[in-house]
C-alpha cells in the first residue's frame, strides 16, 4: 500500500456545488496531517492542517478518520478561485512531509 | 517581502552541465529542504538540513549535492545534469511541526 493515496481527478464542479476529497495514508502512528493547495504552476501553500477533532475554517473542513486510516477535505459553495490541485501531506520522520500526488479540483461556470 | 525565495525561477541547460540553485529563508527557520516535483506532479524529498546539517538524504544520485552555509541558505548543486532531470524543484522552510513554507520554484529543463 503506498504512504498516501489520492484520487487525482479531476473533479469537475459547477460553482457553487459541495466537493469533497479523501485521501488514505498507511501509517497509523501518523498523529497530524495537512492539507496544501497547488495552483498551475505555483508552490504548494498550507490549506489547513487537520487534527484528530477535525478543522474547520469558512468554507473549508478538514476531518480525520483514524480507524479508517483516511483523511478528507471538503470545499462548500465553490468558488471559480477554488480550482486548483489539493494535496493530501503527513509527516514523516525528522519533520519531513510525504506529499499525496493530489487531486485536481475544476469549478466550472 | 518574500519569506523563501529561490533563484533562478527558470534554467535552460545542455546535457553534461554543471548548474546551482540557490535558496534563502527570512523566517528564522531551522529546517530546510529540497523537494523535487516530476512531470506527473509528483513532489518527492531530496534533502533536509537541520541548522546546516544534513538530517535526511533520500535516495538522490550523487551528482546532487546541497549546501547549507548557514540555517538561512540551502543551495543544490548539480553536476553532469541529464534530461531525466527536468523537473521543478521547489525548497522549503519549516520550524518543528509546523507545515512547510515554499520557495516560488526553479524550472529546470535539461536539453
Known amino acids: 500500500r503506498k504512504e498516501v493515496e489520492q484520487d487525482p481527478g479531476p473533479f469537475n464542479v459547477p460553482e457553487g456545488a459541495t466537493v469533497a476529497f479523501n485521501c488514505t495514508y498507511s501509517?497509523?502512528?501518523?498523529?497530524?496531517f495537512f492539507w496544501y493547495r497547488q495552483d498551475c504552476r505555483k508552490e504548494p501553500k498550507l490549506l489547513m492542517s487537520?487534527?484528530?477533532s477535525g478543522n474547520e475554517d469558512g468554507r473549508f473542513t478538514a476531518q480525520l478518520n483514524r480507524a479508517s486510516q483516511y483523511i478528507s477535505l471538503l470545499i462548500r459553495d465553490s468558488k471559480l478561485s477554488d480550482s486548483a490541485t489539493y494535496l493530501c501531506?503527513?509527516?514523516?520522520?525528522?519533520?519531513?512531509?510525504?506529499f499525496g500526488t493530489g487531486t485536481q479540483l475544476k469549478v466550472e461556470l | 517581502d518574500t519569506a523563501v525565495s529561490q533563484t533562478p525561477k527558470y534554467l535552460v541547460t545542455q546535457m553534461g552541465n554543471d548548474k546551482s540553485i540557490k535558496c534563502e529563508q527570512n523566517?528564522?527557520?531551522?529546517?530546510m529542504y529540497w523537494y523535487k516535483q516530476d512531470s506527473k506532479k509528483f513532489l518527492k524529498i531530496m534533502f533536509s538540513?537541520?541548522?546546516?546539517?544534513?538530517?535526511i538524504n533520500e535516495t538522490v544520485p550523487n551528482r546532487f549535492s546541497p549546501k547549507s552555509p548557514d540555517k538561512a541558505h540551502l543551495n543544490l548543486h548539480i553536476n553532469s545534469l541529464e534530461l531525466g532531470d527536468s523537473a521543478v524543484y521547489f525548497c522549503?522552510?519549516?520550524?518543528?511541526?509546523?507545515?512547510?513554507?515554499f520557495g516560488s520554484g526553479t524550472r529546470l529543463t535539461v536539453v
Open positions: 522549503a522552510s519549516s520550524q518543528v511541526s509546523d507545515g512547510y513554507t
Open positions: 501509517n497509523s502512528a501518523s498523529q497530524s
Open positions: 487537520v487534527y484528530s
Open positions: 501531506v503527513f509527516p514523516g520522520g525528522g519533520n519531513k512531509l510525504t
Open positions: 523566517l528564522g527557520h531551522d529546517t
Open positions: 538540513y537541520n541548522n546546516k546539517e544534513l538530517i
